[in-house]
């Protein structure tokens, strides 16, 4: 076995603890950062033994001596220990904490996922029988230039670098070959475990189900090195943008000459090759910026148009620029009968223009309906909405939903803001209400328990974590009993001191009540308190549109 970071070997503990060599081990192997389930589940094991307490003890001696990777490793066994042998909950709750410290970590994030499973009949935490095909087909290019094998939030794993590396070279990297292995021996422990949504709803196949000769032959070799290129080209490298979100970028973006002549090289030399190579290959454009705004995206969609190639589309946009008259210079494209996902990120023009700035409504919903007109007539395969949840928009979720079903899409998919650094990260604390510490997070779980939520059409990927969470807990609205009446949820909302607990009762009291103009108000208001004003402002925008005359709050 490897040995112990240095900083942990130097601070031993006298008398030498006979556990102690195991728990280097155990660091040592944890020093990659990586998911490791079998620890997990050795761990598991020793929690079955009376002496997992000295351990315990031990780990609690030496922990304060810790840093960097180690004390992180530490405080993750640590966390894990307390919630199979002593507090689940406690445990979960040191696992969350440490969670919002290092979100992207996928051992963090590993330990979470068994613990969460850890004993649960219906939900194995084990992945040994389950098979992932995004590593053995999907190219997803970043906008630092390095190709990714998956969801670029769902992995931290990185195949190669479009500059100074070949197709080929990219594809069949020695880190290609190591992501492809870990969904080979089961461990996926490259992969984050709470926000796969494939992971977290169960819905990665079994083995035995995998009939695609390609992956069956890679499944029953074992094999890590792939003949043929990849059959789905994600772009996300082009950060070009007409939209401002706040929770994806600090103002508008745009690709200066140097890198569009950058951007030209690699089009030429790697996506025209892969497109009009032999074998069906998808595209999807883009997962970064918005594709109408691009030349370098647009470039890439006049090839197409121009060209009759063995290609699926995906276009993932604002919808702000695609209208009628844009898409009839690229008529085209319409032989590929496009999968369309546009973000909204909301259903209200107030809220909209806030999370999607400078984007205008009046603007937005002529494009909808032109590609819901498209859906319904089988001019395009697919067309979804998506919206990154955090304070602004989460009391939108049920009717973000509703308003997906109204205009006709597929479905409504929701996911959770992410903090992605950079100018996210202050703001991250104040807009991530699904931290258990936030102040309207007790609203946000009321909020997730509408039945909506629960149907088909709702994709709620990592959202899902969270509204399990909110039917298994005690919220405030539990307090009202089974059968509350509008006049039981006034009582309690009187008899409450705490504005964070009437935003909650308010949340719930929408779900049962959603036209009742009084809550809006009485929500409203205690936002205010607890200083939400623009989100207090909102609700206040929802009254008057229900007919309610505009009041101003106080304080």
């Given at each position: 076995?490897?040995?112990?970071?240095?900083?942990?070997?130097?601070?031993?503990?006298?008398?030498?603890?006979?556990?102690?060599?195991?728990?280097?081990?155990?660091?040592?192997?944890?020093?990659?950062?990586?998911?490791?389930?079998?620890?997990?589940?050795?761990?598991?094991?020793?929690?079955?033994?009376?002496?997992?307490?000295?351990?315990?003890?031990?780990?609690?001696?030496?922990?304060?001596?810790?840093?960097?990777?180690?004390?992180?490793?530490?405080?993750?066994?640590?966390?894990?220990?307390?919630?199979?042998?002593?507090?689940?909950?406690?445990?979960?709750?040191?696992?969350?904490?440490?969670?919002?410290?290092?979100?992207?970590?996928?051992?963090?994030?590993?330990?979470?996922?068994?613990?969460?499973?850890?004993?649960?009949p219906d939900r194995s935490a084990?992945?040994?029988?389950?098979?992932?095909?995004?590593?053995?087909?999907?190219?997803?290019?970043?906008?630092?230039?390095?190709?990714?094998?998956?969801?670029?939030?769902?992995?931290?794993?990185?195949?190669?670098?479009?500059?100074?590396?070949?197709?080929?070279?990219?594809?069949?990297?020695?880190?290609?070959?190591?992501?492809?292995?870990?969904?080979?021996?089961?461990?996926?422990?490259?992969?984050?475990?709470?926000?796969?949504?494939?992971?977290?709803?169960?819905?990665?196949?079994?083995?035995?189900?995998?009939?695609?000769?390609?992956?069956?032959?890679?499944i029953d070799e074992n094999r890590?090195?792939?003949?043929?290129?990849?059959?789905?080209?994600?772009?996300?490298?082009?950060?070009?943008?007409?939209?401002?979100?706040?929770?994806?970028?600090?103002?508008?973006?745009?690709?200066?000459?140097?890198?569009?002549?950058?951007?030209?090289?690699?089009?030429?030399?790697?996506?025209?090759?892969?497109?009009?190579?032999?074998?069906?290959?998808?595209?999807?454009?883009?997962?970064?910026?918005?594709?109408?705004?691009?030349?370098?995206?647009?470039?890439?969609?006049?090839?197409?148009?121009?060209?009759?190639?063995?290609?699926?589309?995906?276009?993932?946009?604002?919808?702000?620029?695609?209208?009628?008259?844009?898409?009839?210079?690229?008529?085209?494209?319409?032989?590929?009968?496009?999968?369309?996902?546009?973000?909204?990120?909301?259903?209200?023009?107030?809220?909209?223009?806030?999370?999607?700035?400078?984007?205008?409504?009046?603007?937005?919903?002529?494009?909808?309906?032109?590609?819901?007109?498209?859906?319904?007539?089988?001019?395009?395969?697919?067309?979804?909405?998506?919206?990154?949840?955090?304070?602004?928009?989460?009391?939108?979720?049920?009717?973000?939903?509703?308003?997906?079903?109204?205009?006709?899409?597929?479905?409504?998919?929701?996911?959770?803001?992410?903090?992605?650094?950079?100018?996210?990260?202050?703001?991250?604390?104040?807009?991530?209400?699904?931290?258990?510490?936030?102040?309207?997070?007790?609203?946000?779980?009321?909020?997730?328990?509408?039945?909506?939520?629960?149907?088909?059409?709702?994709?709620?990927?990592?959202?899902?974590?969270?509204?399990?969470?909110?039917?298994?807990?005690?919220?405030?609205?539990?307090?009202?009993?089974?059968?509350?009446?509008?006049?039981?949820?006034?009582?309690?909302?009187?008899?409450?001191?705490?504005?964070?607990?009437?935003?909650?009762?308010?949340?719930?009291?929408?779900?049962?009540?959603?036209?009742?103009?009084?809550?809006?108000?009485?929500?409203?208001?205690?936002?205010?308190?607890?200083?939400?004003?623009?989100?207090?402002?909102?609700?206040?925008?929802?009254?008057?549109?229900?007919?309610?005359?505009?009041?101003?709050?106080?304080?």
């Amino acid at each position: 076995m490897t040995c112990m970071p240095s900083s942990v070997v130097a601070s031993r503990p006298e008398p030498t603890s006979p556990f102690l060599p195991l728990l280097e081990n155990v660091v040592a192997l944890l020093d990659d950062q990586t998911d490791h389930p079998e620890i997990w589940a050795a761990l598991a094991e020793a929690s079955r033994h009376d002496d997992v307490a000295d351990l315990r003890t031990l780990i609690g001696t030496i922990l304060p001596l810790q840093d960097g990777n180690a004390a992180k490793s530490l405080q993750t066994v640590a966390a894990v220990l307390t919630a199979l042998c002593a507090d689940r909950a406690a445990g979960l709750a040191d696992l969350d904490r440490i969670a919002l410290l290092h979100p992207h970590c996928p051992q963090v994030a590993g330990a979470q996922f068994f613990v969460q499973r850890h004993d649960d009949p219906d939900r194995s935490a084990d992945l040994r029988g389950r098979f992932c095909d995004a590593p053995f087909i999907k190219f997803e290019t970043l906008m630092d230039g390095s190709v990714a094998p998956c969801c670029s939030i769902w992995t931290q794993a990185r195949l190669g670098h479009l500059d100074g590396q070949t197709a080929e070279e990219i594809w069949n990297s020695a880190s290609a070959q190591a992501m492809r292995g870990s969904i080979l021996d089961g461990s996926y422990r490259y992969c984050h475990k709470q926000r796969c949504t494939f992971i977290m709803d169960d819905t990665l196949p079994k083995r035995e189900d995998v009939l695609d000769p390609a992956r069956r032959a890679d499944i029953d070799e074992n094999r890590t090195v792939m003949a043929e290129g990849p059959s789905w080209l994600f772009l996300a490298h082009d950060v070009t943008c007409n939209l401002a979100c706040p929770s994806c970028r600090d103002g508008i973006h745009a690709a200066d000459e140097a890198q569009e002549r950058r951007f030209d090289r690699i089009e030429k030399q790697v996506f025209q090759p892969l497109l009009s190579s032999r074998g069906k290959t998808t595209i999807s454009v883009s997962g970064q910026g918005d594709p109408w705004s691009s030349p370098h995206y647009r470039s890439i969609l006049r090839y197409m148009a121009d060209h009759d190639l063995d290609v699926g589309l995906d276009l993932h946009t604002n919808a702000l620029l695609m209208n009628e008259s844009r898409w009839s210079h690229y008529a085209g494209l319409d032989r590929y009968r496009a999968l369309v996902n546009v973000s909204i990120d909301a259903c209200t023009p107030w809220v909209y223009e806030v999370v999607r700035r400078p984007g205008r409504w009046h603007v937005l919903m002529p494009n909808l309906r032109f590609i819901a007109g498209k859906r319904t007539r089988g001019e395009f395969r697919e067309f979804h909405l998506n919206a990154t949840i955090q304070l602004d928009n989460f009391h939108e979720m049920p009717a973000l939903v509703d308003f997906a079903q109204t205009l006709g899409a597929d479905s409504m998919r929701l996911y959770m803001i992410q903090n992605t650094g950079g100018h996210v990260s202050p703001l991250y604390p104040r807009l991530n209400v699904a931290a258990q510490d936030h102040p309207l997070h007790s609203a946000f779980l009321e909020t997730l328990r509408h039945p909506i939520l629960g149907s088909d059409f709702a994709h709620l990927y990592d959202v899902s974590h969270w509204r399990d969470r909110a039917l298994d807990a005690t919220l405030p609205s539990d307090g009202l009993g089974k059968d509350w009446t509008r006049a039981d949820l006034t009582d309690a909302i009187a008899g409450a001191t705490d504005p964070a607990i009437i935003v909650a009762f308010c949340a719930a009291g929408r779900i049962r009540f959603p036209d009742d103009l009084s809550l809006l108000l009485r929500e409203a208001q205690a936002l205010c308190d607890l200083g939400f004003a623009p989100q207090a402002a909102y609700r206040m925008k929802d009254r008057e549109a229900l007919g309610g005359e505009a009041i101003v709050l106080q304080g």
